[in-house]
């Protein structure tokens, strides 16, 4: 059974690109939840996936956006990248009206924007 | 706003000794909580959860405590074993936060041989 993947592992991106980060829930999850975690911190919810549409959505600005496809897997884009979006940024599938709202994550995307 | 935090930053322990971290929260009407383990270098990894109607969970080497009344959540480790080095997360779930996670700023364990 197939937990939660995400590609690529590191990526080095400059000042004002943009970046697609991806993601493949784990298997049998229909949710898939981003995060952004700077050095030391928590994770920071970004935005969650439901059904191919954005349902929540935390403090970031519209840079942020993503993607959620038919198979469940997701995108996660930023435009015009700032040195603060430099973090690792990791994904999280859940099944809605499971027993449990638990998350299970995937290893992340170490983003660095110099 | 509610909030999930934790006493300390850093705790060191001895192998084959018991961990206790310790996690305070502030919203009585959280609905679900959860310990993470998070090694460097990757994504955190589940390690049990409780729901509010519950004051004791056991998993394998694990338990989780809750206390409602003082609104405090521990993660209690048997026998520590260097492989448990990591930041542990109490992250919270209620109707407040729409059923997102609430996360605390984390908890470095260390192993001491």
């Known amino acids: 059974d197939a937990g939660v993947t995400q590609s690529p592992t590191h990526l080095i991106k400059t000042r004002g690109q943009q970046v697609t980060l991806r993601c493949s829930p784990k298997?049998?999850?229909?949710?898939v939840s981003w995060y952004q975690q700077a050095l030391g911190q928590g994770p920071q919810f970004i935005f969650q996936?439901?059904?191919?549409?954005?349902?929540q959505r935390g403090n970031f600005p519209d840079r942020f956006s993503g993607h959620q496809f038919p198979n469940y897997s997701s995108e996660l884009n930023v435009n015009a990248l700032l040195l603060g979006d430099s973090a690792l940024y990791l994904c999280?599938?859940?099944?809605?009206?499971?027993?449990?709202?638990?998350?299970?994550f995937g290893p992340g995307t170490r983003l660095t924007v110099l | 706003g509610e909030s999930v935090g934790l006493h300390l930053p850093t705790l060191s322990v001895q192998e084959g000794d018991n961990s206790i971290i310790n996690c305070a929260y502030s919203?009585?009407?959280?609905?679900?909580f959860i310990w993470y383990k998070q090694e460097s270098g990757k994504g955190p990894q589940f390690i049990i959860d409780?729901?509010?109607n519950m004051d004791k969970r056991q998993g394998q080497r694990v338990t989780v405590l809750l206390n409602k009344t003082v609104k405090h959540l521990s993660l209690q480790i048997a026998a520590t074993q260097p492989g448990d080095s990591a930041v542990y997360f109490c992250?919270?779930?209620?109707?407040?936060?729409?059923?997102?996670?609430?996360w605390g700023a984390g908890t470095k364990l260390i192993i001491k041989p």
């Open positions: 298997s049998g999850h229909d949710t």
């Open positions: 996936y439901y059904e191919e549409e954005e349902r």
């Open positions: 919203n009585s009407a959280s609905d679900y």
């Open positions: 999280a599938s859940s099944l809605q009206g499971g027993d449990t709202d638990t998350q299970y």
């Open positions: 409780i729901r509010s």
């Open positions: 992250a919270e779930i209620s109707r407040d936060s729409n059923y997102q996670l609430i």
